[in-house]
């Protein structure tokens, strides 16, 4: 039965990829253009034993996700832009406990209350840390529904492999469009890690020591131990969990670099200039940290020039010109306040070379 | 050798670093003998705040959550939801639970959350050193209301057994002093209350905890204690403001 395509949206997507990997728990408050993600939910989770709450505010529903990760459940919320502004202090802190768990950001023109079009402003917030302190969480950046359930369920993999919130970041564009999607084998929820906050009686380990979550280290060098422990994982993820997406780098002198709902105007237009005789490429990051620098390095040693399109005034650009290699030439072309690239603005500038 | 008297399981052999004259310490033991007493040591999970209570997570023998600053009811609400078995309880202050928390806190409460709430009410900012709070007393000279709490400049006081008591979720409310040894026992009563309401699952319980700070009140404790009688006490009144009928029962 599982083995069928639906049409769903991508917040249906989210919310699907969410309970097949075995989350029962979410919290989430009410902002467009992702509010379906959490009327869904509130439908199917109390048929399945699972905990649905909409919470006061974004605040205390990412410190909702926080206790219920704390006492060692899958766990998600969603939220669009503004919302995952108010979740940036419970950021820092899930990070700082090292408590896996699952945010999504559907998100939409900013900034301020801006609009509820689609966007890509959210990227330095995402990918840049957000709230205080040095932390990273890895940001995953889907570009269809399909891939959005894909990616869901991986996030809460990684999630749970290296003990860190996951963030999954695409606009309001991915969230509200749909598209065929094929589900696969639900998995149960997993067994409480061996740190969470469960009682001492859990699984019948009465004489164990009390566990606990906490993120004040006040004894002199305690925090610049727990840093040094963070930074060492955050590098092991750096090498690890690098993802990306290439079409038609082979041979290309000009590569498109674009993710999400922007990657998919780029194919098309890569795809139009490739029948015009254009020797033309997509890079499409898929995970914006992580970010695929390496690659990107050695494909820009090989283009003319770079054209990145992003729906920021420049943010993944100030990535891609880390990544790049210094002789490379940069392009940019952006939109800004819910306005949309389409594919034939991307094609006219690659025309114009 | 007999026993007369020891320290309860429920709490952890780290001494208190709380200032002399501190009703922390006091409340911390009453917490822990009520868990104690109701055998629920090996099923709680304490919700730390942030305040002069930022450590409980050290001093309590059970498991433990330290919350954000206000954001204990809300991850207290996760953990009970999460772990429906567990004995969830919350200590938090009154800047933590009724500034910058008041709204997890009322909406906790409202939603009838099957949590226990400990409440420090110490008039001030313990922590950071004995700034206003929104529980400061009208007059109460605090470092940022240095000329005495005045309502036309720095607003009225805010009485959280009142504002809970106007919503259907608490089980159980009760507002406390510990500055005598019957206090302190009518004190453990609420709190073990309040732990029945839980256990029977009868919803949102808390007990507010009327505390000497004598450091940041500029008094000797025992100034102290007659402060919390005399001018604490009389206008945040002690006393059993909700009481379901169930949690008399059995």
């Not at chain 1, 896996?100 to 890509?120: D, K, W, Y």
């Not at chain 1, 399909?146 to 290296?162: K, M, N, P, S, V």
């Not at chain 1, 750096?238 to 990657?263: K, N, Q």
């Not at chain 2, 953990?79 to 309880?89: H, L, M, Q, S, Y």
């Amino acid at each position: 039965m599982k083995d069928q395509v639906e049409l769903v949206s991508g917040n249906r997507a989210v919310a699907s990829g969410a309970l097949d990997a075995g989350c029962r728990m979410y919290f989430g408050y009410p902002i467009t253009p992702q509010t379906e993600i959490a009327e869904y939910m509130s439908a199917v989770l109390p048929e399945m034993n699972g905990v649905f709450l909409q919470a006061e505010s974004e605040l205390a529903a990412i410190n909702m996700v926080y206790g219920a990760a704390g006492a060692g459940r899958r766990v998600m919320t969603t939220s669009s832009s503004p919302g995952i502004s108010l979740m940036m202090e419970g950021l820092s802190y899930l990070a700082t406990a090292e408590l896996p768990c699952v945010i999504v950001n559907v998100m939409r023109g900013g900034p301020g209350l801006g609009n509820i079009a689609p966007a890509q402003g959210d990227y330095f917030q995402a990918v840049k840390g957000g709230g205080h302190g040095d932390y990273r969480t890895p940001v995953l950046a889907p570009w269809s529904v399909q891939e959005i359930y894909d990616l869901t369920r991986t996030a809460f993999d990684l999630a749970d492999r290296w003990r860190n919130p996951v963030f999954i970041l695409f606009d309001g564009l991915l969230g509200t469009m749909m598209e065929p999607l094929r589900t696969r084998e639900p998995i149960p929820e997993r067994a409480a890690p061996s740190w969470a906050t469960t009682g001492i009686f859990a699984h019948g380990a009465n004489d164990r020591a009390p566990r606990s979550i906490y993120t004040l280290h006040m004894p002199e060098g305690a925090l610049t131990e727990v840093n040094r422990r963070l930074q060492a994982k955050y590098r092991e993820i750096a090498r690890e969990e690098v993802r990306y997406d290439e079409h038609f780098t082979g041979d290309a002198e000009i590569l498109v670099v674009a993710y999400g709902s922007v990657a998919r105007s780029a194919l098309q237009a890569v795809r139009v200039a490739r029948q015009q005789g254009r020797k033309v490429g997509l890079f499409r990051p898929v995970s914006l940290w992580p970010f695929p620098e390496e690659a990107l390095h050695a494909l820009s040693e090989k283009v003319r020039k770079i054209l990145v399109a992003e729906m920021s005034s420049g943010q993944m650009l100030e990535d891609v010109r880390l990544a790049a290699a210094p002789s490379c030439k940069i392009d940019f072309l952006g939109a800004m306040g819910g306005e949309l690239i389409y594919p034939g603005t991307i094609l006219s500038r690659l025309q114009e070379e | 050798m007999a026993v007369l008297f020891s320290r309860p399981q429920s709490l952890t052999d780290t001494p208190f670093r709380y200032c002399p004259g501190c009703h922390h310490g006091l409340a911390h033991r009453l917490v822990a003998e009520a868990l104690d007493e109701l055998n629920l040591r090996e099923k709680a999970v304490g919700i730390a705040s942030v305040g002069c209570s930022v450590y409980t997570n050290e001093f309590f023998n059970c498991d433990t959550q330290q919350a954000a600053h206000g954001r204990a009811p809300a991850v207290a609400t996760a953990v009970k939801r999460a772990r429906p078995e567990c004995f969830v309880f919350t200590y938090q202050g009154d800047g933590d639970l009724a500034s910058i928390g008041m709204a997890e806190t009322i909406h906790a409460a409202a939603r009838g959350e099957n949590i226990s709430i400990i409440f420090i009410n110490n008039a001030c900012y313990g922590m950071t050193g004995g700034q206003m709070a929104p529980t400061t007393l009208p007059e109460q000279k605090t470092t940022t209301s240095p000329l005495g709490r005045e309502a036309a400049r720095e607003g009225n006081p805010v009485d959280m057994m009142k504002l809970l008591d106007a919503l259907e979720g608490p089980a159980y409310l009760s507002r406390v002093v510990l500055t005598s040894p019957g206090k302190q026992a009518a004190a453990k009563k609420s709190i073990l209350r309040a732990f029945r309401a839980q256990m029977k699952g009868l919803g949102f319980s808390l007990v507010e905890i009327l505390s000497a700070c004598p450091s940041n009140w500029r008094m000797t404790p025992v100034e102290a204690l007659h402060y919390v009688d005399e001018v604490m006490a009389k206008y945040y009144p002690p006393g059993e403001v909700r009481v379901a009928k169930e949690v008399l029962e059995g």
